[in-house]
């Protein structure tokens, strides 16, 4: 799928690179990865948090079930407490390191461990502290992982284990040392467990049950560090899914995005090395360097944006391929990945285009005072070789041969002949052979010129030309 589109076009050194940073430091370097931590990161607090409110609606339905009395509204109480803190982690939830948001997590077990460990100052009866213990409340923190999974990175679900195990063992030791005692309850337990010491330990009100107390934080981090292996497998997951929006986005640059959803569905997208008829077309900025000399660097990058995206938008609304800038040019190319009986023809409606955003963008050039661009065009038709270039650390998909050669000499053949536009005479037969008449209707105003020796080839070409520069 769209994972494998690049893999041998874009650095193969990039997945390395990527296993080394933690997720902030890729969310500052890709912002597709950004978007998938943000969206998860948002989509997971407002489902846990959802997920809370429900929880505790429900416990408190249950709590007057079990004890219906005036002092369960201090519980009710307290479950107001988890809900406006779920509320409050909602609205300072974000990817990265946030100190409030730990701060709320703290919150949140620290109160919990406090709801659990110190008797209810308005029940009506006196009993040891270590009683509320004998309630089994310690589950009530797995309703709080479960939720913290749902929202937190692995490395947050680590410290929600840790945080827990120390409020839980450190209201232990409050308990044991500063709790409240009733020594003759313990003794009218003992008195009637005569010989049953086993079940002494388990029944005795004083007894905070050390070891029950310790077990139940071990199984607590082991089942943490289950959810939180499962969340760093989601965080891979998500990482994944990032590049593959990088790699569709890094297609789009050079294909039309009609066609990104085709190739994104091939194992191999750009197919093998192999030879095949393509349309090619260089388009350059005549003067260039004059102009650039007489601006400061960033004029001269803010007019090379403007016109790289003109030139681009021209290529992809006539299906063709933006092959690469070429500082102040681009090559383009009809015909690749697939082939088309169109692609001549619509390499011409593109260089048309081309022309005409160029008057118009030099229309609001010269209003502002700005000197004009003048374009220039070179297309011709023929085999060209497609594969991958350069070396293993970097590839890249490049078609080569005769016909660009061909192609870009024509481009820079348009200042000799001082005209806008050359096309080989291949090209138009091309042209001729796969459109009708109106097809052909292409050809309007260009004019039928004599063959021209090109640098670097023995043959010559016969060219058609159009406008005058």
Same mark, same amino acid.
């Given at each position: ?7 041998? =076009? ?14 902030? !430091?890729? *969310?500052?370097? #890709? ?26 609606? =429900? ?26 803190? $779920? ?30 460990? %110190? ?12 009683? +509320? ?13 479960? $939720?913290?999974?749902? /929202?937190?990175?692995?490395?947050? %679900?680590? *410290? ?18 500063? $709790? ?31 070891? /029950? ?9 082991? %089942? *943490? ?14 990482? @994944? ?10 297609? /789009? ?8 959803? +085709? ?30 000399? +007489?601006?400061?660097?960033?004029? %001269?990058? &803010? ?28 090559? &383009?190319?009809? $015909? ?7 692609? &001549?023809?619509? *390499?011409?409606?593109?260089?048309? !285009? ?7 963008? #030099? ?7 700005? !000197? ?34 061909? @192609?870009?000499?024509?481009? &820079? ?20 052979? /796969?459109?009708?008449? +109106? ?28 406008? #005058?520069?």
């Amino acid at each position: 799928m769209a994972s494998g589109l690049l893999a041998r =076009i874009i650095p193969q050194d990039m997945s390395v690179r990527a296993n080394r940073l933690n997720q902030e !430091e890729l *969310a500052g370097t #890709n912002k597709f990865l950004l978007e998938a931590l943000t969206t998860d990161k948002r989509n997971g607090l407002r489902l846990a948090v959802r997920a809370r409110w429900v929880a505790l609606g =429900i416990i408190a339905l249950l709590l007057p079930y079990l004890n219906f009395t005036w002092s369960v509204l201090y519980y009710e109480a307290l479950l107001a407490g988890f809900a406006f803190i $779920g509320w409050a982690q909602l609205r300072a939830g974000r990817v990265g390191q946030s100190r409030q948001e730990l701060a709320l997590i703290f919150c949140d077990l620290a109160l919990l461990t406090f709801t659990l460990v %110190v008797p209810n100052p308005f029940f009506h009866e006196t009993w040891p502290t270590a009683m +509320q213990y004998k309630f089994g409340g310690f589950n009530y923190f797995f309703v709080l992982l479960a $939720g913290s999974t749902m /929202a937190y990175s692995w490395r947050t %679900v680590f *410290a929600f284990s840790t945080w827990t195990t120390g409020l839980w063992i450190g209201a232990l030791v409050l308990v044991v040392a500063f $709790g409240t005692e009733i020594p003759a309850l313990t003794g009218g337990v003992t008195g009637a467990l005569v010989g049953y010491e086993r079940m002494l330990e388990f029944l005795d009100p004083n007894d905070p049950q050390v070891q /029950a107390r310790v077990q139940e934080v071990v199984v607590f981090v082991i %089942v *943490a560090g289950i959810l939180a292996l499962n969340s760093w497998r989601t965080n891979q997951l998500i990482l @994944a899914q990032s590049d593959v929006a990088r790699e569709r986005a890094n297609l /789009a640059r050079h294909f039309p995005p009609t066609i990104v959803d +085709q190739l994104a569905d091939r194992d191999q997208p750009l197919g093998a090395v192999r030879s095949q008829t393509v349309v090619v077309m260089f388009a350059d900025i005549v003067g260039f360097t004059r102009m650039a000399e +007489q601006r400061s660097p960033d004029d %001269v990058i &803010a007019m090379l944006r403007e016109f790289h995206s003109h030139m681009e938008s021209a290529v992809f609304n006539h299906h063709g391929t933006l092959d690469k800038f070429l500082g102040d040019g681009i090559m &383009a190319t009809f $015909g690749t990945p697939d082939p088309s009986p169109e692609d &001549a023809a619509n *390499a011409l409606r593109c260089a048309r !285009e081309m022309m005409t955003r160029i008057d118009q963008w #030099n229309r609001d050039r010269t209003t502002q005072g700005e !000197e004009p661009v003048r374009l220039s065009i070179g297309i011709h038709c023929g085999e060209v070789v497609l594969g991958d270039i350069g070396s293993e650390r970097r590839l890249e998909f490049a078609a080569l041969g005769d016909t660009v050669n061909v @192609a870009n000499r024509l481009e &820079a053949l348009t200042r000799d002949l001082a005209v806008r536009m050359i096309v080989s005479d291949g090209f138009v037969d091309a042209l001729r052979a /796969a459109t009708d008449d +109106q097809g052909q209707e292409l050809l309007t105003d260009f004019h039928s010129g004599t063959e021209q020796s090109l640098r670097g080839r023995d043959d010559p070409v016969k060219i058609w030309t159009y406008g #005058n520069s």
